[in-house]
């Protein structure tokens, strides 16, 4: 029996033996069922030697969680290439040498790439652990431009890791002169910034919101017609959180050319609009209405005193007043709750007073038809 054993292991098929491709399917078998277990012993050692002391602000699980995927990707590779390596390639198949090109050489680059965008992406998912500590030490702190700092960085560190990767790929896959390639950029960065020319308004931007400080993130911000809390600043574009909970992505470009209204800095919100009040509403009743309405604006406990009640035109269809007052304050629901607040008592006094709406001929005649 153990001879008929080393007999099949001895066997050929183009030119490797049966233990050869035995062991081969052994190794990759081992890499598809333990890749996953590969990775959460990386990540494990990754944590307690690199991240250990941050614990108290990110677990490990939290770190797992980043980590495991392009860990297992990877792993994977390591063990297809140990995999690889246990076969000979047979002459028959025509394959030219690794520095000759050919298919072995083709494949043996895109391994390469593979194994260094692992790599980069294994550098990127550390990079945005970094980010989730440093972001939650700076939700501890009463400033809020650490806040906005935090994303900036990463994301600008992100880009650093890619171009360094892309170069990488070229200096050891294809044999590039990086050297002499960064120095002949000079030669074509004209073309490069007219190409770019869009992506370089924004990052350019992005530094002008930061010296400038029109804004930070968690303010409450008008930008033409969008209005809605900053939620992130990125080197490229800005995310806000819009009254009705839409998600709206603005180019950081946008947020410095057109006019932007910090609502988040008004101490109070504005509020203006008219009554119409029929014809029938005798001068005494227009001026009591005015003038109880005016007190109780001004004796409002979440208004000013700047408020201002006026029948100021007599209109083509009604005796029309005029309504001026600040809320103090700047949340959105309160504000609402208040206004609403205050329409329910004008609406109460117009009442008691006797005095009556007039409605626009077009909705009248509706009404009445």
Known sequence: MKEQVADFLRLEFLSNTMQQFLVFLGIMLAGFLFKTVVSKLLSEILFSVVVKRFSKDVTKEEFKRLLVTPLEFLSFLVFFYIA???????????????????????????????????ITWVVMRLLDFFGMFFS????????????QLVPFFVDFTKVIVVIIGFFVILGTVFHVNVAGLVAGLGVGGLA?????????????ASFTIFLDHPFVVGDLVQVGEITGTIEKIGFRSTRI??????????PNKSM???????????????????????????????????????????????????GQVRFYRLGPHSKDIRIFYFINTIEWEEYMKIREEINYEIEAIIARHGAAFAHPPFLYGSLQG
């Open 192 to 204: 490069l910034a007219f190409a770019a020319k869009e992506s370089l308004e924004n990052l350019l």
């Open 256 to 306: 410095i050319d057109k006019p932007l209204d910090n609502l988040t800095l008004r101490t109070f919100r504005r509020v203006t609009f008219e009554v119409m009040l029929t014809y029938a509403t005798t001068p005494e009743q227009m001026r009591a209405v005015c003038q109880e309405i005016q007190a109780y604006i001004d004796h409002h406990p979440r208004t000013n005193e700047d």
């Open 241 to 250: 959180r819009t009254i009705e909970k839409s998600y709206v992505t603005l």
């Open 84 to 118: 690889f390596d246990q076969l000979t390639y047979p002459e028959q198949l025509g394959l030219p040498a690794k520095d000759e090109i050919g298919l072995k050489r083709i494949l043996q680059r895109i391994y390469g790439i593979f194994l260094i965008s692992s």
């Open 136 to 147: 939650k030490r700076a939700a501890k702190t009463l400033s809020k431009l650490d806040d």
